[in-house]
């Protein structure tokens, strides 16, 4: 019969804790109580040895649980024992509460009373009063500040995830792992509650078996005062060792486990003892001359000293020796790249001719942002956007290079594209930007908010909290620059599409969808050609994750023609219904048309040229269109919607590039990408030409 291992481990903790309460009531033979003796002893010191091993705390999490367990099980083994000592007749002798009682008392004891007991009260002393209470105030204080920091934890977390440092999942994990350091240091400020009680008990048990020892052997089994003494001490003190001992490798347990760092990288307690305390070799010298020293006192053991001493001197000066070789060869480094010429061969001048395709410039006095702290480290949040950008739009953003530029006013970022500057900001130091309408009593500088052009003010950062209060919306200076990066890049994406990334997004196509890459290209279009579809798509913030399927697109619409424009067109409405997604509120998406006889005259303006088809309107005309489709937009957005332009397919490129022309912000959309999508419709108004009318 085959034995289920893990079923019999489940089981375990639950009879063991039942057997301990049924000791309690049950005696126990000699024997018996040797081994649970010695399991109790051994439970304690694995429980010591974990403890320094661990890399973390919470790697241990059953440990308050284990003290408490561990603390029931000695006190009932004091039981146990206390009722084998004060039985009589239920043994021979000082052999009556087994072999591990009588040996621990004689070998402690050793024929004196007085020696015994005063070992034992030092015990006591040293577990007491000094681990254990010293133990219980640092679980009681990591508790606390365990606690207070969960939500200063948990808003970090959620910033990470937000800026897409972390995905979802690893945001869970943390959370996870903040509710449970929270609930181990909780319950360490209770186990150590255990312990402490732990110690009181024993100590009554051990006075208890020692008064009522000495009384039972004199009255009730007629021994000798003297006899009486020397019997029953000798198995108080043995059983109280028994139980300090296990008791003392517990609360050490606890304090080590509490007064630790939460991690330990190194290997455990043992791994940072080693390289902490033998960092500084001017400590380990110090120590060993003065060690040297205190040896030469007269009636002082020399031997002992001298050893010693020169071993901390030898480790000072291996440690000493170490220190001057890396140095050497750092400066030997340094010497090979002062030698090196700069900048004269053409390698080297190549490389320095390269143009970033994204750059960020900072001023002097903000290289503060580029620090070691993740929730402010621009590096660490420029990582984050590159990621979230990925996700989103479905190419890799190039890699962003930041340097200081002292040609900048103080205060001042530039974000730069293929060396053109493309975006501007200031981010003082030690300030914060709050928004909102409420800023008046707020000291500080006015200014706009870079991307959606806010009023707001740049608030020392002490006044956050009186900011928040007052409900503003308050930023910090990476997220405002970032933002700023984010709106830049999300504006000119297909300006960052680059031929190689295309081929990058191309092998990573043909490696899951080999037929799609090997009908299209080369076949039918070049990468070039394919790059200027992709960024055609990204110009209008069309994500291009779905790549197979705009393949698929191409190659059916490549067989008929390889105009870009008509490509663009046939890839939007393979797409249509993801494009339409993003402008659906609440299940309805909102639109403004054309008058039919009004987009019949538009279609009969439509003229084909170099950069795509054009609409060939008289200047009043397109004036009057412009102020039209503004007139309803606007009127249409009052309702707290955002609103899309629908027309026919092949109006909507020539149509896009006027209506960009005056209003931004409006989306185009044909009439296949709306249908496609099958959402439900509602015409917020109408544009005739003539006047504009009003959904």
Known sequence: MKINVGFLSKLAIPVGVVGIVMLLVFPLQPWMM?????????????SLLTTMFVEKPLQFSVFPTLVLVAALFRLSLNVASTRLILTPG????????????????????????????????????????????????????????????????QMAIDADLNSGLIDEETARTRRAE?????????????????????????????????????VIGMVVEGMTATD????????????????????????????VIVTRSKDS????????????????????????IACIFLGLIPAMPKLPFLVIGALLIFGGWKQLSALKKSEQEEEIIVEEDETKPAGETPEQLIEQMRVPALEILLA??????????????????????????????????????????????????VIRMSGVEVGRGVAPPGKVLALGDALDDLPGDLTHEPVFGLSGKWIPVELRYNAELGGATVVDRVSVLITHLGALVSEN???????????????????????????????????????????????????????PRIFEALSVKAKQTTDPEQLIEAARAELGPSIVAKYVMEGVLRVITLDPLFEQSLLESVRPGDE??????????METFLNQTREVTEQAEQTGFSVVLVCAPVLRPALRKLVNLGIARLPVLSYTEVSGAKVMIETMGTISGSHAISG
Not at 136 to 141: D, K, P, T, W
Not at 197 to 212: M, Q, S
């Open 493 to 547: 994406a297909a300006r960052l599409l680059s031929r190689e990334d295309v081929r990058i997004l191309v092998d990573g196509v043909r490696q899951t969808n080999p037929s799609a890459v090997e009908e299209l290209i080369p076949a039918m279009l070049s990468l070039g050609e394919v790059q200027v579809v992709l960024q055609g798509l990204l110009e209008e913030q069309v994500p291009i994750l779905d790549l």
């Open 612 to 621: 795509g088809s054009q609409l060939a309107l008289d200047p009043d005309r």
């Open 364 to 413: 002097p006095d903000l290289i503060d942002l580029v620090g070691a702290n993740t929730d402010t480290d621009l590096l660490a949040r420029v990582r984050g956007l590159r990621r979230k950008v990925a996700l989103e739009s479905g190419f890799v953003l190039p890699p962003v290079r930041t340097r200081d530029s002292v040609d900048l006013p103080v205060s001042t970022y």
């Open 265 to 288: 990288p190194e290997g455990g307690i043992g791994g940072d003892f080693t390289k902490q305390l033998t960092q500084s070799f001017s400590a380990l010298l110090i120590a060993g």
């Open 34 to 46: 040797d081994v649970l003796l010695v399991m109790s002893i051994m439970l304690s010191m694995i």
């Open 90 to 153: 239920s043994g021979g002798g000082s052999a009556k509460a087994g072999q591990v009682i009588e040996a621990f008392g004689t070998f402690v004891v050793g024929g004196n009373f007085v020696v015994g007991m005063v070992v034992f009260v030092i015990l006591v002393i040293i577990n007491f009063v000094v681990i254990t209470n010293g133990a219980g105030r640092v679980a009681e204080v990591g508790a606390r500040f365990t606690l207070d920091a969960m939500p200063g934890k």
């Open 178 to 214: 903040i509710a449970a350091e929270a609930d181990f240091y909780g319950a360490m400020d209770g186990g150590s509650k255990f312990v402490k009680g732990d110690a009181i008990a024993g100590i009554v048990i051990t006075i208890v078996n020692l008064i009522a020892g000495f």
């Open 228 to 255: 009486s003494i020397s019997t029953y001490s000798q198995l108080t003190v043995g059983d109280g060792l028994v139980s300090q001992i296990p008791s003392l490798l517990m609360s050490l347990a606890t304090g």
